[in-house]
């Protein structure tokens, strides 16, 4: 039989894995039509097929919620808070640059709100690595791959501006 203490933890890392799946396919969902637009794009070297997108997306997701979590019950009070409170605000931006890319087609903003998303996440991995070395890593990925996201927005600006 489970005990009461490892319910609560499965019940805290199943929400905290929900809610970033749950942003991002709401902004997939609203996005969607805006596919067939950037499929018809000229894009720059190294652009994946549109497959590995929603996989990575998938996975980065996954591995926010897991450090989110880690953060969560491994501390509480002010450090805490505002680690957390730096992850929602990335969820946000990382919510809208998908809707300023795809769904409205404005690739220079979009680029720009990258760079802040980016400038964001890079916040968050200090705030987290104060409170769990394991938990500020697993943010390592979605560094690495918004700095490739900002590679593939410039080239794809660039290109059809």
Known sequence: ???????????????????????????ALLTRNGMEKYAALSRPPLSPPAILF????????????????????????????????????QLIFNFFWSIFFFGAGLRLLALIWLFLLLLIVILMYFA???????AAY??????????FAAYLNFGTWFLNR
């Open 1 to 27: 039989k489970m005990s009461p203490n490892t319910k609560k933890r499965i019940k805290i890392y199943c929400i905290s894995i929900l809610i970033p799946l749950a942003v991002g396919g709401l902004s």
């Open 54 to 89: 929603p996989i990575v997306w998938a996975v980065l997701y996954i591995l926010m919620g897991i450090s989110a979590a880690r953060i969560f019950e491994n501390s509480n009070g002010s450090e805490r808070k505002k680690a957390l409170w730096i992850y929602a605000v």
């Open 128 to 134: 987290f690595d104060k409170i769990s070395h394991g």
């Open 138 to 147: 697993l943010q390592i990925p979605y560094v690495l791959w918004l700095c």
